[in-house]
């Protein structure tokens, strides 16, 4: 038998061989695979994480540089009871680099058309966090037919103060130019950066550390790829335009969400501690976080006292309860029950 099996034995042995060769030349020798699949955006491929069956989908938004795994220690749960999908945005991790410059209209068309080619239908839950509040805030404009919930887990609000870089936290509109967005592009071939040099950044943020070990690595791989830092800043250069369209449009129909069940999950402080304005920045904050409760008018905000700003990571299952909350109240066509 054995003998039988050696020449089918070596076949499988020497493809691999080939396959993990190949990986190295074209991906470098600290390639990780995929964990998902890549699916078509536009020209250029975006990597999709589904797990789970079931509907409404969970649609997972990362915050400024982070990955599709750092849902990590909530996809799997939330999957345990409908289908989910985590995503790398353009030049994240497996991702393609996508078209300039990074608006949210583009960010939104490459996330829908992977969707529609993945083969991944409405209706969405969309869970954003940080930055990628103002994406699924976005998406919910752009597709309001094909979104039915949604959860803002410490998702930054446009009248906010944070700090980007230096001790005075500021607004990110404030930051605005006045630029007009360009029509998005739905075609794009992206650049070749396979050549590029991948020297591994090994330092990650020790919150990290709670996330499994193999994820660590995922992290150390991703954040030291080529495209990584240029999608990172064009989505920075953007954003400030894209914050302050929803400032000078706040309330109006189409960027508010009628009565879509809506939880907002927010920290219990805010880290201003030291400062002699430190009561004005909290007081600051958490308007600006119940002002997004105000988005839809079935709605309720969640103060996490166990979490910073990463709730995902350090309080997952307030993150999953929430998620849970809203699915039920979107697939019974009912009302979230408030807190006492």
Partial sequence: MLKKCAPLFSLIFFSSWIVS?????????????PTGILSDAGGHKLHLDPEGKGSPTIIFENGTGDFSFIWSLVQPEVAKFTSTVSYDRAGYAWSDPGPMPRTGKQICLELHTALMNAGIRPPYILVGQSFGGFVVRAFARYYPREVVGMVLVEAVQEDQRIFMGGDEPKKIRDFAKGRVAPTPQSSFTPPDTAAEAQKLNTEIDPLLDKLPGSVQK????????PAFMKAVSGEMDWSPEDVADLYNHKGEPGYTFGGMPLIVLTRGKGGYDGRKDSLQLENERLQAQKDLAHLSTNSKQIIDMNSGHNIHVEDPAVVISAIKEVFVAAT???HLKQTK
């Fill in 21 to 33: 060769r190949s990986y190295s030349q074209t991906h470098g020798p600290n390639y990780i695979p």
């Fill in 218 to 225: 995922m992290q150390i791989w991703a954040q030291s790829q």
């Fill in 332 to 334: 019974k066509h009912s």
